[in-house]
């Protein structure tokens, strides 16, 4: 929460150049599964991308001078997020860019369906994996059949048998694996919901995290699951997450999350929204030509800014954070809760 007292003070007296503590590298656009509920489909259709692996590292080491790029500036980029409008571990050599991430000294962090999440343990020194902040399978039932239904696995064969294999040789390996699960129309009975516990157990998952199926601008409503997914990991022993964020009423105009989490996104575009990628009216410029760093706060990242009106955005995580933003914005008083 600190990164969002330092935002409220610089929107107070933007003289200086705010670095985004956390951000996110899409790394492809190509997928292998088709989920039913995918919001990127259309986008990945549009832009069927696989870049040279090269480009991130290159991309890798300007974040890690941005300091020194811009010196009138406070914050310190920390955190990076892989994932992608696709499969992040269908890019080749994908293992070569968390390598660098890493190298750098950045706390990596990944979202995937698992695929090839063999190919770190083949490639990267098991001290380095260690490192890694955590990697979040999505896998969003316990058992292959429902698996399929809700994920689609494009290849006559399943992938969920490889996928857990991965997902448990990288726990046994002592690495940080968070499985994830989306709950909507098909899963979100207490049956299903047990078989993501039993599976979690069997990975040897750190703990699972549950959120809601959003289609059409509407979360599908887990509230009333909260109190089963309490239970459920009493008995099972195991650590939960949920976000049910989404669902809370919006007490601001403007997204002030722009300001704190960009988004590289593989066709070469700088998002400034985590829903953006593919929309060009939440593109700020090209990371992949000249130099992104010289972009951000700049004339076009405060037109976007000021035109998006966040009432016609869909549900989004950055919903709490915003909420928070806008609360010490409205009263001072109580940007000292945002330490912590």
């Known amino acids: 929460m600190y990164q969002h007292a330092q935002?409220?003070?610089?929107?107070?007296?933007?003289?200086?150049v705010i670095i985004p503590g956390s951000m996110e590298i899409d790394l492809t656009n190509i997928c292998n599964q088709d989920c039913y509920y995918c919001n990127t489909a259309d986008y990945r259709r549009q832009f069927p991308i696989q870049k040279d692996y090269k480009e991130y590292?290159?991309?890798?080491?300007k974040l890690a001078t941005w300091r020194e790029h811009s010196p009138n500036s406070v914050g310190t980029l920390n955190t990076i997020l892989f994932a992608g409008a696709g499969e992040p571990t269908l890019l080749k050599h994908y293992e070569r860019v968390i390598e660098h991430a890493i190298d750098l000294g950045f706390l990596v962090s990944m979202t995937t369906n698992g695929t090839f999440l063999n190919k770190l343990l083949e490639n990267v020194n098991i001290n380095k994996?260690?490192?890694?902040?955590?990697?979040?399978?999505?896998?969003?039932?316990?058992k292959e059949d429902l698996y399929e239904k809700i994920r689609k696995t494009i290849s006559k064969k399943s992938i969920f048998d490889q996928v857990c294999e991965n997902a448990k040789n990288?726990?046994?390996?002592?690495?940080?694996?968070?499985?994830k699960f989306l709950l909507g129309e098909f899963n979100s009975n207490e049956s299903s919901i047990r078989d993501m516990f039993v599976l979690t157990n069997l990975v040897g998952g750190r703990l699972a995290y549950f959120r809601p199926v959003v289609i059409n601008n509407h979360a599908y409503p887990i509230?009333?699951?909260?109190?089963?997914?309490?239970?459920?990991?009493?008995?099972?022993s195991i650590?939960?997450?949920?976000?049910i964020s989404k669902y809370l009423e919006?007490?601001?105009k403007r997204c002030h999350q722009m300001f704190q989490y960009p988004i590289f996104s593989t066709d070469g575009k700088m998002y400034v929204c985590c829903e953006g990628p593919g929309n060009p009216n939440f593109a700020i410029g090209n990371w992949d030509e000249g130099d992104f760093r010289d972009l951000w706060l700049g004339q076009k990242h405060w037109e976007v800014y000021n035109s998006t009106n966040t009432h016609l955005c869909q549900p989004c995580g950055p919903n709490k954070h915003n909420i928070a933003i806008q609360n010490a914005i409205n009263n001072p008083e109580l940007i000292e809760d945002l330490y912590f």
Do not use: C, F, T
């Not at 935002?7 to 200086?16: F, G, I, S, Y």
């Not at 990288?170 to 499985?179: C, K, M, P, Y």
């Not at 650590?239 to 976000?243: A, S």
């Open 239 to 243: 650590p939960i997450k949920y976000n």
């Open 250 to 252: 919006r007490n601001y």
């Open 170 to 179: 990288l726990s046994d390996a002592g690495i940080n694996v968070d499985l």
């Open 223 to 236: 509230q009333n699951l909260v109190e089963l997914l309490e239970k459920l990991s009493i008995e099972y």
């Open 7 to 16: 935002v409220v003070h610089w929107m107070n007296n933007p003289k200086k």
């Open 129 to 142: 994996l260690k490192k890694i902040g955590w990697i979040g399978i999505d896998l969003d039932a316990g």
């Open 57 to 61: 590292i290159n991309l890798l080491d």
